[in-house]
């Protein structure tokens, strides 16, 4: 018999999509996939080229447990040319992918019953995370009218003797939103330490985002490698951490995950200090899509408030279709063989809402789009044929 806590953590929604579209692709369906968050494109050469050369030398053992140091210290430099913070390469540690160092950070934080506040909606599986170590988070429902914007003052309310940090990620997933500046600056001021999840920088449109190390250096940073250099699949991540919580990390690093994959830190050392002529591209070819996405969302009826100016994503108003994003994304991937994100995945916050992955292909986002206005058209969804449990925290989302 499973465990209480491998029982009582819900399922990612949107992997469960993933899977559903695989099967119906294995019976000679064409999906389209707008559901991963999960860039399309190959992850640069020079990067490529790093990790066989460190194959080549043999570069394939255990590293340091908190990563190589040319890396750490490729990493503080970036922070100081970017951010213009101070960061020490002994503040760095280098994880397996920013979910591990999130969940290495939350470990280094909370002790049962330690409180966590984020926003409703979030990134689906922050509120997992903290309840999986004993934690409690405590949501902040956001609204798609101030661009999902987390408010300082409707955080001082939530506010508790339990309260040990507060987790921000801008820009966003699931919302691809930007966090206003003067936004971070009060947070940073509330007191609690602040995990700042960054992810998705350098994959923004026409605005600067900010590190929260701006604000403060109570805080934690999330970051990696995944999205801006198309390496989801070379799991490299790090953390940068307040002086007095490394070593605590580091010994969680040491019993749980021993270090980062060797090969994969001299790539991403790489990422770091050579120039990629392919991310300007990536760039420009996500903004094209980006601006299509919307437009074409909008035109079909979906609420999309305020335009996401980061990562690749768009948290679209689908309420006036159906009130259960659940059963319309499958019965539009069931139907129409376009597979979409529900945004109950994200929070209670969401439900109604879709997200859409632009991750994808100019061509195959139009072809979504218009089998999805096919889709709509027809008379009234026809709901069924999901899969398992669709459970996601209860407690998601009260305010």
Request: net charge negative; with cysteine.
């Amino acid at each position: 018999m499973a465990s209480i806590r491998s029982n009582s953590i819900p399922p990612f929604i949107v992997m469960d999509v993933l899977e559903k579209a695989q099967e119906l692709e294995r019976s000679g369906a064409q999906v389209i996939h707008l559901e991963i968050g999960e860039p399309d494109f190959d992850t640069p050469h020079k990067i490529t080229e790093a990790a066989i050369a460190a194959i080549q030398q043999g570069k394939t053992h255990y590293t340091h447990s908190l990563g190589i140091l040319p890396l750490r210290e490729a990493i503080a430099e970036h922070y100081q040319k970017r951010y213009s913070v101070s960061v020490s390469p002994d503040q760095v540690i280098v994880a397996m992918g920013t979910s591990n160092a999130l969940l290495l950070t939350l470990c280094s934080l909370l002790d049962p019953g330690d409180q966590v506040i984020l926003s409703n909606p979030c990134y689906a599986c922050y509120p997992n995370f903290v309840r999986y170590i004993g934690g409690e988070p405590v949501s902040i429902t956001v609204h798609a009218e101030q661009g999902f914007a987390l408010e300082p003052a409707a955080i001082r309310q939530r506010l508790s003797p339990r309260t040990r940090a507060i987790l921000i990620n801008s820009p966003s997933n699931p919302t691809g939103n930007l966090l206003p500046p003067d936004h971070m600056r009060q947070i940073a001021e509330l007191g609690p330490y602040v995990i700042s999840d960054e992810i998705y920088h350098g994959l923004v449109y026409g605005e600067r985002e900010h590190s929260i190390l701006e604000f403060t250096d109570h805080a934690f940073v999330l970051n990696g490698f995944s999205k801006l250099y198309a390496m989801t699949g070379w799991r490299l991540g790090y953390i940068i951490a307040p002086k007095e919580l490394v070593r605590p990390i580091q010994k969680s690093q040491q019993n749980l995950f021993i270090c980062a994959s060797s090969v994969s830190q001299w790539a991403g050392l790489a990422a770091l200090t050579m120039e990629h002529p392919e991310i300007p591209r990536m760039l420009a070819t996500y903004d094209e899509r980006r601006k299509f996405t919307i437009k074409s969302l909008r035109e079909l009826g979906m609420g999309v408030a305020v335009e996401p100016t980061g990562a690749f994503y768009v948290l679209a108003d689908a309420r006036r279709f159906s009130s259960d994003s659940y059963e319309l994304a499958f019965d539009l991937l069931n139907r129409a063989h376009v597979a979409v994100a529900p945004g109950i995945d994200f929070g209670s916050n969401a439900e109604g809402f879709l997200r859409f992955s632009y991750a994808n292909s100019l061509e195959n986002i139009a072809e979504g789009m218009r089998r999805l206005k096919e889709y709509l058209a027809r008379p009234s969804p026809q709901f069924g044929n999901t899969p398992g449990s669709r459970t996601k925290g209860s407690d998601v989302g009260k305010s």
